[in-house]
């Protein structure tokens, strides 16, 4: 990871391959939130640099449209989370998933507790 100040910042643009733009971004209790898309419904994220998975609660899964039928047919996969602990997430596929002008499509994520 290169960081820049912002001197350096105003003067060049970061050396970094493609196009580049900036996200809007929040402080909210210690995280770093921006808006994100998910099928098509509005959405927040935290924004976590050393995640290897996207994850979404249960609560927030069904409030985007993920049915419980859906998380209850869907695959499981055994999951150690940042305290050691061992969870049960189900792997579900989103149509699409847009964080500021990008759109992903058919994009995997882990729904829990």
């Not at 105003?10 to 970094?16: D, G, N, Q, V």
């Not at 995640?51 to 049915?67: D, E, K, M, Q, V």
């Amino acid at each position: 990871m290169t960081l820049h100040t912002a001197r350096v910042c105003r003067l060049e643009a970061p050396p970094l391959p493609g196009p580049t733009y900036e996200l809007p971004m929040r402080s909210t209790r210690n995280h770093i939130v921006t808006d994100i898309e998910v099928n098509g419904m509005a959405s927040d994220a935290i924004l976590d640099t050393g995640a290897n998975l996207h994850f979404l609660s249960r609560p927030r899964a069904l409030s985007l449209g993920i049915t419980a039928a859906e998380l209850a047919a869907a695959p499981q996969r055994v999951v150690r989370v940042i305290n050691n602990e061992v969870q049960n997430l189900a792997v579900v596929t989103l149509r699409t998933l847009r964080i500021g002008p990008e759109t992903m499509r058919d994009v995997p994520v882990m729904v829990g507790e």
